[in-house]
């Protein structure tokens, strides 16, 4: 499976963006797609998941913010990230898991600064 994301970038506080990762490959139904972030200095952390059945999850710093979405039919997940904060500045990460197995696409920069 490949993962291919898109849709980082810097924007001011406040500020939204929306990130996307498309899956190619053998991907059969079930599975679970998720977004982490890896800030300078820190861990990589799990920001949000969504099932192929549509229950999602996250982080509780995020929640209330960020929405997970996928389409099935395109194999894509989306990030929705709105009310940024600079503490939201991180690379990440879209993953996706299948049986047990479980796939990284390259990150995609997020920066909110002023």
């Known amino acids: 499976v490949q993962l291919q994301a898109s849709g980082g970038g810097l924007v001011q506080p406040g500020g939204s963006l929306r990130l996307s990762c498309a899956a190619s490959?053998?991907?059969?139904?079930?599975?679970?797609m998720r977004w982490f972030r890896q800030a300078p200095g820190r861990r990589r952390e799990l920001v949000a998941s969504?099932?192929?059945?549509?229950?999602?999850n996250y982080a509780d710093s995020v929640k209330g913010r960020f929405t997970i979405s996928r389409d099935n039919a395109k194999n894509t997940v989306y990030l929705q990230m709105d009310s940024l904060k600079p503490e939201d500045t991180a690379v990440y990460y879209c993953?996706?898991?299948?049986?047990?197995?479980?796939?990284w696409g390259q990150g995609t920069q997020v920066t909110v600064s002023s």
């Open positions: 993953n996706f898991a299948q049986f047990e197995l479980s796939y």
């Open positions: 969504i099932t192929s059945g549509g229950s999602t």
């Open positions: 490959g053998s991907i059969f139904g079930i599975n679970v």
